[in-house]
């Protein structure tokens, strides 16, 4: 089963989407299913993880339908309020009724509190989804949360959690040493995982290939091994540097730079994201 851990989509007359501004281009627009399901048929995907892009109910409620409606999207991350452990422990309640309701994540590089990640309050919300064996999608941006990590894996022993974007390498600078340290730190905790998506940065972010992504899918393959690495399109935020056929042929052509053999390759293309959210074939 070939499964892509990571898209989103987004309805601007249903939901409000703070960050998404009229400067994001073509990707300022409402993005269905209906857009992204041929470009899955051709790239072979079984199963999608459809991802929050707000820090709102509305947005949750709206992926599962979507999820309702769709037999290829296989998990829902969604949002609830971490640093409110009683209104946390109250929507865990009721979305855990979903079978599609799989995990958590909140746009914290959105916080302008680099160390939101660590606040005790939302420690206390990641206890819940602990405590319920749901996942966390950590959004570790490197410099400003990446750090974190271990603090989390620390706290939270038995929270399954992964990594969004590999922290986003700096491949546009090519300066890896302090990523990779933090990498390093973040892998020696069994329950983090980490995904291979949003990866797109290069310094010509149109001119992107495989040949910028083998340093830091190098790196994450030796901390993490392949059984922890799952692939993910981010798409429609792959729209502003390719598409979603870009995305996953580079991908594929980086897997195969780095010599990755069958096993591992169906484990980072699949098998991996289907054991972390639990996706039925």
């Given at each position: 089963?070939?499964?892509?851990?990571h898209?989103?989509f987004?309805?601007?007359?249903?939901?409000?989407?703070?960050?998404?501004?009229?400067?994001?281009g073509?990707?300022?627009?409402t993005f269905?299913?209906?857009?992204l399901?041929p470009?899955l048929?051709?790239a072979?995907?079984?199963?999608?993880?459809?991802v929050?892009?707000?820090?709102?109910?509305?947005d949750?409620?709206?992926?599962?339908?979507?999820?309702?409606?769709?037999d290829?999207?296989?998990?829902?991350?969604?949002?609830?309020?971490?640093?409110?452990?009683?209104?946390?422990?109250?929507?865990?309640?009721t979305?855990?009724?979903?079978?599609?309701f799989k995990g958590v994540?909140?746009?914290?590089?959105?916080?302008?509190d680099p160390?939101?990640?660590?606040?005790?309050?939302?420690i206390d919300?990641?206890?819940?989804?602990?405590?319920r064996d749901?996942t966390?999608?950590?959004i570790?941006?490197?410099p400003l949360?990446?750090k974190?990590?271990?603090?989390?894996?620390?706290?939270?022993?038995?929270l399954?959690?992964?990594?969004?974007?590999?922290?986003?390498p700096?491949?546009?600078?090519?300066e890896?040493d302090?990523?990779?340290?933090?990498?390093?730190?973040?892998?020696?905790?069994p329950?983090?995982?980490a995904?291979v998506s949003?990866?797109?940065t290069?310094?010509d972010?149109?001119?992107?290939?495989?040949a910028?992504l083998?340093?830091?899918?190098?790196?994450a393959?030796?901390?993490?091994?392949a059984?922890?690495?799952?692939?993910g399109?981010?798409?429609?935020?792959a729209?502003?540097?390719?598409?979603?056929?870009?995305v996953w042929?580079?991908?594929?052509?980086?897997?195969?730079?780095?010599g990755?053999?069958?096993?591992?390759?169906?484990?980072?293309?699949?098998?991996?994201?289907?054991?972390?959210?639990?996706?039925?074939s």
């Open positions: 089963m070939i499964v892509d851990s898209q989103h987004w309805d601007l007359d249903e939901v409000e989407y703070p960050w998404l501004v009229p400067d994001y073509p990707i300022y627009r269905k299913p209906a857009e399901e470009q048929a051709a072979g995907v079984d199963r999608t993880v459809l929050q892009a707000a820090n709102s109910f509305a949750t409620d709206s992926m599962l339908r979507h999820a309702e409606r769709h290829w999207i296989g998990a829902v991350v969604g949002w609830v309020p971490l640093e409110d452990a009683g209104a946390t422990s109250q929507a865990l309640d979305y855990l009724g979903n079978p599609f994540r909140h746009l914290n590089h959105e916080e302008a160390d939101w990640l660590i606040r005790p309050e939302v919300g990641l206890h819940l989804l602990e405590e749901l966390f999608d950590v570790a941006v490197h949360h990446l974190h990590v271990p603090a989390l894996a620390e706290a939270c022993p038995d399954r959690m992964v990594i969004d974007h590999l922290a986003k700096p491949i546009a600078s090519g890896y302090a990523w990779k340290a933090e990498m390093t730190a973040a892998a020696q905790y329950n983090v995982y995904k949003g990866l797109n290069a310094a972010p149109e001119a992107w290939t495989a910028d083998v340093e830091s899918i190098g790196h393959l030796e901390v993490f091994g059984e922890r690495l799952m692939f399109s981010d798409w429609p935020v729209i502003l540097a390719g598409d979603y056929a870009k042929n580079e991908t594929n052509e980086a897997l195969n730079e780095l990755v053999q069958d096993a591992d390759r169906s484990a980072i293309l699949g098998d991996t994201a289907a054991t972390f959210y639990r996706i039925e």
